[in-house]
């Protein structure tokens, strides 16, 4: 269990005033002239109250390790006020009891001691307490902001990677080559192919600027993609986008579509005797779901996962749960949250 500098030293300062407290309390004005008092509070207010101390501090930690979640906070302020007030009452009831017990030194039991010792050591306790929960918070705020710079790091270097599969040279290529074989046999559909290219840079230099997209706007660069991805692939790429209209406006990370697909095609067979399916729909529950058939290259690309970790990384950065990837050996399915904003309004 770890014990911070500032709970030892605000132990340290004010276990002294208890202690002093507590021996006026008992023998009055009698305790600056007998020094007995003192060294008899020793065992039995001075080791008490550390132990009583250290009691506490376990519990406080056990509360802070189950419901340190920022949501569960007030559940834990109660159980740990709960705490407070049952070891306090404990420690401050075994030394009045201690000393009328033994008649030591003189003193016997009197009811209106017991209460005023008690609202002396809750009070200080409680000032304590909220001088330790105070430290606790900023430490919390701190770690999260810390969290919140390691993230937007991450999203950044995996942004990085993300433009670079985005401004594929090979894809390129692989476009101008189409575009280069269709020219002269159907000059009609290089012109629509040449269309459709267009489309696709011009989001994608739109979308560079950009963290989150409607989900229309998604789904319209998508179809001009996978037209792209068609032209070439022909009936070995099948694409199926089934979106519900009300779903619209709501957003996902720019791109998340494109990655999707990329992968997809990048990582599995894609033949006319093993045709690809990429289905792309939504579900109840504000999900958008993108599956694949599973049927895996040979030899498999390196960096297969980095489409997922950027679109994961931004849904951390969002603080937005919901993100699954879930593979079963014949299918590989993603789980995207639709993000609620302004646009489903208006």
């Given at each position: 269990m770890p014990i911070s500098k500032l709970q030892w030293y605000a132990f340290l300062a004010t276990a002294p005033v208890l202690w002093c407290a507590l021996n006026f309390i008992l023998y009055q004005e009698s305790a600056l002239q007998d020094v007995r008092v003192w060294l008899l509070s020793i065992p039995l207010v001075g080791l008490p109250g550390l132990a009583a101390w250290l009691l506490h501090r376990v519990?406080?930690?056990?509360?802070?390790?189950?419901?340190?979640?920022?949501?569960?906070?007030?559940?834990?302020?109660?159980?740990?006020?709960?705490?407070?007030l049952a070891v306090v009452a404990a420690?401050?009831?075994?030394?009045?009891?201690a000393y009328g017990r033994g008649g030591l030194l003189g003193y016997r039991w009197e009811k209106g001691d017991v209460q005023l010792g008690l609202l002396l050591a809750l009070g200080l306790s409680f000032l304590v307490e909220t001088l330790y929960e105070a430290d606790f918070t900023f430490i919390r705020y701190r770690e999260s902001r810390e969290e919140v710079r390691s993230l937007e790091q991450q999203a950044e270097h995996q942004e990085l990677e993300s433009l670079k599969s985005?401004?594929?040279?090979?894809?390129?290529?692989?476009?101008?080559?189409?575009?280069?074989?269709?020219?002269?046999e159907d000059p009609g559909r290089a012109t629509r192919f040449l269309d459709e290219l267009s489309k696709v840079y011009r989001y994608l230099l739109w979308s560079n600027r950009q963290s989150l997209?409607?989900?229309?706007?998604?789904?319209?660069f998508i179809r001009s993609y996978c037209q792209l991805l068609k032209t070439r692939y022909g009936d070995a790429l099948e694409v199926n986008i089934d979106v519900a209209p009300r779903y619209g406006g709501y957003a996902i990370p720019s791109l998340s579509l494109q990655l999707l697909a990329e992968n997809a095609v990048k990582h599995n067979i894609v033949s006319g005797s093993q045709p690809l399916v990429i289905d792309i729909f939504t579900t109840d529950g504000n999900q958008l779901i993108v599956?694949?058939?599973?049927?895996?290259?040979?030899?498999k690309a390196p960096g297969a996962r980095i489409g997922l970790e950027n679109i994961r990384m931004k849904y951390q950065l969002l603080r937005q749960p919901g993100f699954q990837v879930i593979e079963d050996g014949k299918n590989f399915t993603v789980a995207l949250p639709l993000l609620f904003t302004n646009s489903v309004i208006h």
């Amino acid at each position: 269990m770890p014990i911070s500098k500032l709970q030892w030293y605000a132990f340290l300062a004010t276990a002294p005033v208890l202690w002093c407290a507590l021996n006026f309390i008992l023998y009055q004005e009698s305790a600056l002239q007998d020094v007995r008092v003192w060294l008899l509070s020793i065992p039995l207010v001075g080791l008490p109250g550390l132990a009583a101390w250290l009691l506490h501090r376990v519990l406080d930690w056990r509360l802070k390790r189950r419901f340190g979640a920022m949501s569960r906070t007030g559940l834990r302020l109660s159980l740990q006020a709960a705490s407070l007030l049952a070891v306090v009452a404990a420690f401050t009831w075994f030394v009045f009891w201690a000393y009328g017990r033994g008649g030591l030194l003189g003193y016997r039991w009197e009811k209106g001691d017991v209460q005023l010792g008690l609202l002396l050591a809750l009070g200080l306790s409680f000032l304590v307490e909220t001088l330790y929960e105070a430290d606790f918070t900023f430490i919390r705020y701190r770690e999260s902001r810390e969290e919140v710079r390691s993230l937007e790091q991450q999203a950044e270097h995996q942004e990085l990677e993300s433009l670079k599969s985005r401004i594929n040279p090979h894809f390129l290529f692989n476009c101008f080559n189409t575009l280069s074989s269709l020219i002269p046999e159907d000059p009609g559909r290089a012109t629509r192919f040449l269309d459709e290219l267009s489309k696709v840079y011009r989001y994608l230099l739109w979308s560079n600027r950009q963290s989150l997209s409607t989900l229309d706007e998604e789904v319209g660069f998508i179809r001009s993609y996978c037209q792209l991805l068609k032209t070439r692939y022909g009936d070995a790429l099948e694409v199926n986008i089934d979106v519900a209209p009300r779903y619209g406006g709501y957003a996902i990370p720019s791109l998340s579509l494109q990655l999707l697909a990329e992968n997809a095609v990048k990582h599995n067979i894609v033949s006319g005797s093993q045709p690809l399916v990429i289905d792309i729909f939504t579900t109840d529950g504000n999900q958008l779901i993108v599956n694949n058939n599973l049927q895996r290259k040979p030899a498999k690309a390196p960096g297969a996962r980095i489409g997922l970790e950027n679109i994961r990384m931004k849904y951390q950065l969002l603080r937005q749960p919901g993100f699954q990837v879930i593979e079963d050996g014949k299918n590989f399915t993603v789980a995207l949250p639709l993000l609620f904003t302004n646009s489903v309004i208006h």
